[in-house]
């Protein structure tokens, strides 16, 4: 059992002063990983002063420079691929296609960023076109300042990756905690930070829970900006915190993203994405497209072809090559997904796989994966994020009425359309409210494109250029021209 009871300031691993510990745990041998400090404010304080202290030399050293220490990023993490797969296995619960998944866009994450870095730096001090005669007006971007990134733990190593890189590309200095359920990758980031010889306080890493480091991280008035990814309950508490001085927040937060399934859709292809879309990662996604919408002809078949997937999925150690799906992210998901297992049968809705039909392996944190058809939309397992392998169905008489449906809801992370026509999926897609849409695919990411939800899923975009405005002012010098 590893002991984590340090935090990394100014390049240095410290004692923290609280005496609190949690347990880190792995969610399938059901066994204590790591002992963690439960931090507290003193911990924030610091590390806040760390980066207050390293944030000018950062900026001045300028994007060319910033880049190379983000492909150091990317190098180191490339060095441990096999291990960071092993460790995010065991605390995570993944099967390891997963976790490669979660570190190499993460890898490919840093490498765009450092790209960016370097864009940036080649237009600071560009000229305006304007209409004013004689003035010159020029435009730079600076960085934020000192920036607090919180991050859950479904996608340890991406969902960092995703702000860590582009708040070091900006010029800002980082005051990072991770999750407490998945601290255990995270902490290499700040190894990494170390080994690669990253000045001292650009990035420090502060563990523990919401109410340690996460309350006073983003009340510390110290913290120019924060960027949080969870869930939306504690979303808004960061968003209120933020009011607290007029600070910036971006917000990535939940979705109960659906995938249509229209009539001139191959039925086997359109069940294989749609299993892709929601039994990946137990479900655990914020871009899950847990909401099925098929047309009534192809309802039936569909449900077929999907009751036989699911019963070919092979639950059980994610550390095994033929684990298809490993547990929970421990019992404190599993207990929340089988809360709305028991509304579902009291709601009686007709389940096509319920969690009970089959045997789960005799250890872990496992939830069956179920399909539940037509269920109505008043239901809680409708409208509400399960962040579980629980995929709700119902069938439509119409492609409006398919749109109608996508865009009956609060969230707006994702969605996907599947169609035998090209053309027509993109023409549907483009009718949906949602940040990331996909067409005859499922969940395909990458740096270049931007990532954030309309509605209740957020505030903001992270990736491509979005990601790095978010670190960023813009500013503007104008005088007499030349
Ligand atoms: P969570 O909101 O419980 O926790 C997220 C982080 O916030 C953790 O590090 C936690 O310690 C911290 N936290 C808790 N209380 C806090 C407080 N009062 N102040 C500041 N920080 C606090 O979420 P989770 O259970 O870790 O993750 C699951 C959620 O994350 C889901 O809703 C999922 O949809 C969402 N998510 C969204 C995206 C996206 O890109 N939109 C990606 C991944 C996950």
Redesign the pocket.
């Known amino acids: 059992m590893q002991r984590l009871t340090k935090q990394f300031i100014d390049n240095h691993w410290v004692d923290s002063q609280a005496t609190r510990r949690l347990t880190v745990t792995d969610p399938y041998r059901q066994e204590t990983l790591a002992e963690l400090t439960a931090g507290d404010a003193a911990d924030v304080d610091a590390a806040v002063a760390a980066a207050r202290r390293a944030q000018p030399d950062w900026q001045a050293l300028g994007g060319e420079r910033r880049a190379v220490y983000l492909e150091a990023f990317a190098e180191a993490l490339t060095e441990r691929r096999e291990a960071l797969m092993q460790l995010s296995a065991r605390n995570n619960g993944k099967a390891l296609a997963e976790t490669a998944i979660d570190l190499d866009d993460a890898i490919a994450c840093y490498r765009y960023y450092a790209g960016q870095a370097r864009a940036l730096e080649a237009r600071q001090g560009r000229l305006v076109e304007h209409a004013m005669e004689g003035v010159e007006a020029l435009t730079y971007e600076d960085p934020a300042g000192v920036v607090g990134l ?6 340890p190593l991406v ?1 960092s990756a995703w702000k860590i890189a582009p708040a070091l590309a900006a010029g800002c200095t980082v005051v990072f ?5 998945t601290p255990l990758p995270e902490q290499a980031v700040a190894e990494i930070a170390l080994e690669i010889g990253l000045p001292s306080g650009v990035l420090n890493l502060v563990h523990g ?3 340690g480091i ?2 006073p ?2 009340a510390h008035p110290g913290v120019d900006k924060l960027s ?8 808004e ?2 968003m209120r915190a933020a009011a607290e001085g007029s600070r910036g927040v971006s917000l ?4 109960k993203s659906p995938i249509l399934v229209l009539d001139d859709a191959e039925v086997e292809a359109a069940a294989d994405w749609v299993m892709a879309g929601i039994y990946f990662n137990s479900g655990q996604i ?1 871009s899950a497209t847990s909401r099925l919408i098929v047309d009534e002809s192809l309802a039936e078949p569909l449900y077929a072809a999907l009751a036989s997937r699911i019963d070919a999925i092979r639950l059980g150690d994610p550390l095994a090559d033929d684990t298809d799906m490993g547990p929970m992210t421990g019992a404190r998901q599993r207990q929340a997904v089988e809360r709305y297992l028991a509304i579902a049968a009291e709601e009686s809705l007709t389940a096509v796989r319920d969690a009970r039909h089959r045997e789960l392996p005799n250890q872990g944190e496992f939830i069956a994966p179920t399909l539940y058809r037509d269920v109505p939309t008043d239901s809680r397992l409708w409208r509400e ?1 399960i ?1 579980g392998p629980v995929l709700c169905a119902r069938s439509v008489a119409s492609e409006a009425e398919a749109v109608a449906l996508a865009n009956e809801s609060a969230f707006g ?1 994702a969605a996907t359309v599947i169609s035998g026509d090209a053309e027509r999926a993109k023409r549907v897609g483009r009718a949906l409210r949602a940040g990331s849409i996909w067409f005859n695919s499922e969940q395909l990411v990458m740096p270049e494109a931007g ?1 954030g ?1 309309f509605g209740i ?2 505030i903001g975009r992270e990736l491509g250029p979005w990601g790095l405005s978010a670190y960023l002012e813009v500013k503007h010098l104008i005088g007499p021209a030349g």
Not at 228 to 235: C, L, Q, R, Y
């Open positions: 919180i991050t859950p733990w479904n996608f969902t905690k991770p999750s407490e359920v829970d919401g109410d996460g309350a991280l983003t949080f990814t969870g869930s939306n309950a504690v979303g508490k960061v990535e937060l939940g979705g914020c994020e962040f992370l990532w939800g899923s957020g």
